[in-house]
């Protein structure tokens, strides 16, 4: 990806707060309205203990890899951990869920992650608002408002964040890992549509929408390094390793040589809506359409902000209890610079788990691609790749559990041609892990 | 020598008082079959003369008057899963699990919210209507139970198909009847003429297929609980 020397789009020039000031400015105001709900109901902040809970796992790994160098290690590989990480113990993930009840169906929730083979501080995923309020009709709403995950994934339903089918996550789910994050306020509205209200499981009809600022470099990472199958996930204040090709160095404005996913560039805000049908432990299914709305020349600080919109399609169903069938589907597009850098994307995934007892089989079947349309030379973001996951886990309960998988990728991607590499490369990995939940 | 008659009196007293106070024993039947529904409410209000249903209630008992009604949340779960309390009593829902809990009703009788956070019991709420009130939970959505209020002190549950009733005084009732799988979760009403009688079998119009309380999901530390 080369970057074009544009010029600051300096339309928005009366007041333009920092990148912390407007973090701290969304953060404060979700922290006064809740600390005013929980100072309006009877119990103020007393008997803290029964009002904070917490859950969260250590995840001890090992694993051999055999593939290009990691990506955040400005590889052209797309695992997290690589062949430097071969064949001794990693502490893989640190991650931790901290939940303060406020008053009746309000509550700040807080999720963490330490990496520490990646050397990174706590990344802070997840920092909300939310509230339930309680209605007579059989509609139920849930607000959130701070930053946290847009709902999207199907396997990410474990704890913290995690894939509970899986080590490695999906490519469409490490995307999101790595720079989707909804920083703003989310509502979503779920009509019980049985007409028994004592149904063990009602179908419900579910509609969400929100609108979210700092997310304008979200694309910027897919389109400089493709899809990955990974289980990183950025915290707010990620940054991103990036390097800097060629014809990049002479431009005006530099991109940085990082990527900060959550930082507000144009001004403009923008929006997502979700549309789907579910019954608790019989299926779901959901469509999303998302837009950050960004300016796409806009620059400031060494980051662009990168115009990205998708289309997201996923599917849960249990074709008895204990055996699922699930898959994610996504095709969007990302650009910046007017049109300088412009790539479609696409990816899907199909998986099945069987679980028996303590026991879990998941398999997962996927295709991820970006198609470059833009005819920028030496810029060629084209990628084309398979993978493949098969995992085993004992759940060893309550809180252990161990896990062994093997993942392969198969890919095709222009950018490595700029750097001698060959197009064409599988990567494999073996990864067992323990992990220990409280 | 005075052992023996006092002993006989004694024996004589403690027989008639057990069998004067043998209880009646209601039971319910559909086609002469006896049915069950675990929990099912019965309770009995005195009719005047006339017929008419007295309205004077029946006041609490000292012990029901200083003890609360509980609810508790278990294992994410109500328990018990149907109860009946009378006008007056107060109700407490003390949560024994290590998570919060939002327990709401917006029945008639008692509309109310509560949170629960973990571990917590807060102060009782008294009921002043007579009623059903159905319980959910805003965080766990397959949480329900029922409390049936009921203006009468001659109530019981069904258990292994009868409800027992001692000490009734004599005398015409209206029996009433409630569960939620039994007409469609309306009272059932019949008349009932108590004269002593050990047994009365009441036959209800359709059969009965009563289904047990939803159990809560499996909680694993693995698994977000909000999908």
Not at chain 1, 3 to 13: A, G, L, T
Not at chain 1, 87 to 92: E, G, K
Not at chain 2, 130 to 146: F, K, R, V
Request: hydrophobic share 35%; charged share 20%; with cysteine.
């Amino acid at each position: 990806m080369l970057i074009k020397p544009i010029k600051i789009n300096d339309n928005i020039n009366t007041f333009r707060p920092t990148h912390w000031q407007h973090i701290c400015m969304v953060l404060s105001l979700a922290l006064i309205t809740a600390v005013n709900q929980a100072s309006a109901s009877n119990n103020t902040l007393s008997n803290l203990s029964q009002r904070i809970s917490s859950k969260g796992y250590i995840d001890f790994r090992w694993q051999h890899f055999q593939g290009n160098n990691s990506w955040l290690d400005l590889g052209t590989g797309h695992s997290r951990f690589d062949n430097s990480h071969n064949n001794r113990p990693l502490l893989a993930d640190f991650a931790a869920e901290i939940k303060a009840d406020l008053k009746a169906g309000s509550q700040i929730i807080t999720q963490l992650h330490a990496y520490p083979e990646q050397n990174s501080a706590l990344e802070i995923t997840e920092l909300y608002w939310q509230y339930r309020p309680l209605y007579a009709s059989t509609m139920r709403s849930r607000w959130r408002v701070g930053f946290f995950y847009p709902k999207l994934s199907i396997e990410n339903r474990g704890s913290v964040w995690s894939s509970l089918y899986n080590l490695n996550y999906s490519a469409i789910n490490s995307w999101i890992g790595e720079e989707l994050r909804t920083f703003g306020v989310e509502g979503r509205w779920s009509w019980k549509i049985d007409k028994s209200a004592n149904e063990k499981a009602p179908l419900k009809l579910n509609l969400t929408a929100s609108a979210f600022a700092y997310n304008d470099p979200t694309g910027a990472i897919l389109a400089w390094k493709g899809w990955s199958n990974h289980d990183l996930q950025s915290g707010i204040n990620n940054k991103l390793p990036f390097a800097a090709p060629a014809g990049v160095a002479a431009a005006d404005n530099i991109q940085a040589n990082s990527f900060q996913s959550f930082r507000e560039i144009d001004g403009r805000p923008g929006g997502y809506i979700g549309l789907g049908l579910s019954r608790k432990r019989s299926f779901k299914v959901e469509w999303f359409h998302y837009d950050n709305q960004a300016e796409d020349t806009a620059f400031e600080d060494g980051h662009y902000a990168w115009h990205t919109t998708f289309n997201h399609i996923s599917a849960h169903y249990f074709l008895t209890k204990e055996l699922e069938a699930f898959g994610q589907y996504i095709r969007g597009r990302t650009s910046m610079g007017n049109g300088f850098v412009d790539n479609r994307f696409e990816s899907a995934f199909i998986a099945i788990s069987k679980s028996q007892g303590p026991h879990r089989l998941s398999a997962r079947f996927e295709r991820a691609i970006v198609d470059d349309l833009d005819n920028t030379p030496l810029d060629d973001n084209k990628e084309a790749g398979n993978s493949f996951n098969l995992n085993y886990s004992y759940y060893l309960a309550p809180h252990w559990k161990f896990s062994s998988e093997y993942q392969q990728r198969r890919s095709r991607q222009a950018r490595r041609s700029y750097r001698q590499e060959p197009i064409y490369v599988k990567e494999e990995q073996l990864s067992f892990s323990a992990r220990y939940y409280f | 020598m005075f052992r023996t008659p006092r002993l006989a009196a004694i024996l004589l007293s403690i027989y008639s008082c057990w069998s004067f106070s043998e209880p009646l024993k209601i039971q319910l039947t559909h086609q002469g079959q006896l049915q069950s529904a675990p929990g099912a409410v019965i309770w009995l209000r005195a009719t005047k003369p006339n017929g008419a249903v007295s309205e004077e209630g029946g006041k609490l008992t000292e012990q029901a008057a200083s003890t609360a009604h509980i609810i508790e949340q278990r294992d994410r779960q109500f328990s018990p899963y149907i109860s009946v309390t009378q006008v007056g009593r107060d109700i407490q829902f003390p949560n024994r699990d290590n998570t919060a809990h939002h327990v709401y009703s917006f029945s008639e009788p008692l509309s109310f919210e509560l949170p629960l956070f973990k571990k917590r019991t807060p102060a009782p709420i008294r009921v002043e209507k007579p009623g059903l009130i159905a319980l959910g939970c805003n965080i766990h959505d397959w949480m329900i139970a029922y409390l049936v209020v009921v203006d009468s002190p001659f109530y019981g549950q069904l258990h292994n198909q009868v409800v027992e009733f001692a000490g009734l005084p004599h005398g015409e009732y209206q029996a009433l009847l409630w569960h939620p799988d039994i007409n469609s979760a309306q009272v059932l009403k019949t008349q009932l003429n108590y004269q002593g009688q050990k047994q009365f079998q009441w036959p209800i119009p359709q059969k009965i297929n009563a289904k047990a309380q939803i159990k809560a999901p499996v909680e694993r530390l693995d698994e977000d609980d909000d999908y």
